[in-house]
């Protein structure tokens, strides 16, 4: 028998899950992979207003650091996700890796602001590459019985790695300039690599030329929509932002119209017929968009209520704690329980700590705000991993970089409209914007609950529901 750190063992598929210990190999590369991605979304954030002032640019102008960053992954994550399949997954996530470590390193020694964001670009390429495979090597890296625990496991790391950010990157702050906040990727980076080299899953490979105008055209739908919504926040650029959306709709149909005849299209329609596959993906994105819109409201309203930043902070600590323990528990609930049932209840919790939150009055203690903080973490963690697993579920194996794409997507779009969405509703309520931002986070993560609620009486075609 072949042993399994050759590079023999390394390309062979294996039908149902990787052997042991190959497959703890496998899932650390994998974590470590999607951590970096998804941290480098949230950790810049604090640091904008140093990078502003060692730079010396405008503040207005330093948002193009995180935007670029977003910007690229969304535009590149459909089409990556396709080329997964043609290439393979591995091929693409090792790919993600390298890119993202050497420009993590670029961004590290970035002279200029031009520069800075340049690098940013081509990280989020990498991320893209990272993310839009990552739901598909975990498939394909744990065998089908396990599939909810693996993605309880996947789906606790990035939404942590999310809620985290900030914190660590004040700790990073505190410590050291703000250049190390890119510069740590480099050796997590290289280890993640060398892991990933030996240790990811092969998959099967479809046979298709590459798909190169819908490729552009994915890019262009989702750069021009969000960076008219972006836009609407500000109202001096209503013209530009009606046009960019105008635009975005426009390349939309296109890319609608040149896709649905191509048998294996970027937007995989084929799995968008299933309905618990697209009712999944709906869920997805209502409670993205919940969770965005709380997480950079509080911040705001807890300071409003008059406590400091270091107490705001801490006060938004129990949400990923709560989290933490609700999602594995959620993901070995998935394997045996409706992920419908599970997610309609994860997101009726998450409504009523975020609607206690919004009308919490001033004057209450800390205990007010943890258990409430701790209630929403609670929720959406016993949402997120039966839901990807369903979504992953519902797809051929063959097609698992397509569903993991637009898993990925449904995340990605429902964070970026959540942002949009806080900013558009921070200029349109001056002084109560915050308190509206967290009364709209819960409508949506009741949405959500009542779309995941529905998902019990879709066919399931053998898929948990």
């Not at 964001?117 to 890296?141: C, D, E, P």
């Not at 968009?289 to 709380?294: E, G, I, K, L």
């Amino acid at each position: 028998m072949t042993p399994p750190n050759t590079p023999a063992a390394a390309s062979f598929i294996h039908p149902d899950g990787l052997p042991v210990p190959r497959r703890y190999w496998s899932i650390a590369a994998i974590l470590l992979a999607i951590i970096m991605s998804v941290l480098d979304s949230t950790i810049v954030n604090v640091a904008l207003p140093t990078m502003t002032r060692d730079l010396q640019v405008a503040p207005a102008a330093s948002i193009w650091v995180v935007n670029a960053y977003q910007m690229a992954i969304l535009m590149a994550l459909l089409p990556l996700a396709s080329l997964g399949e043609v290439v393979g997954y591995r091929r693409v996530s090792q790919a993600g890796i390298m890119v993202f470590t050497v420009a993590s390193l670029g961004c590290a020694l970035a002279p200029s602001l031009l520069g800075l964001s340049i690098a940013r670009v081509v990280q989020g390429l990498g991320a893209a590459g990272i993310m839009s495979v990552n739901a598909a090597l975990v498939r394909f890296t744990y065998p089908h019985a396990s599939l909810g625990r693996a993605m309880g496991i996947n789906a606790f790391v990035i939404a942590t790695a999310a809620a985290l950010g900030p914190t660590l990157a004040s700790a990073v702050l505190a410590v050291a300039h703000w250049r190390w906040l890119f510069g740590i990727n480099v050796p997590i980076g290289i280890v993640a690599a060398i892991i990933a080299l030996r240790a990811l899953p092969e998959s099967e490979r479809v046979h298709r030329p590459l798909n190169h105008a819908g490729a552009a055209l994915s890019a262009a739908t989702f750069a021009l929509c969000l960076s008219g919504l972006q836009s609407l926040a500000h109202h001096a650029a209503l013209g530009l932002a009606l046009a960019q959306l105008g635009l975005g709709i426009a390349a939309g149909a296109v890319l609608v119209r040149h896709e649905r005849p191509r048998r294996s299209p970027i937007i995989p329609f084929d799995l968008l017929r299933v309905r618990i596959f697209t009712l999944s993906l709906a869920t997805s994105v209502c409670s993205f968009m919940a969770q965005m819109t709380a997480l950079v409201s509080l911040p705001f309203e807890i300071q409003r209520l008059g406590y400091s930043a270091v107490e705001t902070g801490l006060f938004m600590t129990p949400w990923p704690l709560a989290l933490a323990v609700a999602a594995p528990l959620a993901g070995r609930l998935a394997d045996r329980h409706a992920a419908g049932l599970l997610g309609g209840l994860g997101l009726l919790t998450m409504a009523s700590g975020l609607a206690l939150l919004a009308f919490l009055p001033a004057g209450h203690g800390p205990a007010s705000f943890i258990w409430r903080m701790a209630l929403c973490g609670l929720g959406f963690g016993f949402f997120q991993a039966p839901n990807n697993r369903t979504i992953m579920a519902a797809a051929p194996r063959q097609r698992s970089g397509a569903a993991g794409g637009m898993l990925s997507s449904a995340r990605l779009l429902g964070q970026a409209l959540g942002a949009a969405l806080v900013a558009i509703l921070f200029s349109a309520y001056a002084g109560s914007g915050p308190k509206v931002a967290l009364c709209v986070a819960a409508a949506l993560a009741l949405l959500g609950a009542a779309v995941s609620l529905v998902r019990l009486k879709a066919p399931s075609a053998g898929v948990i529901r």
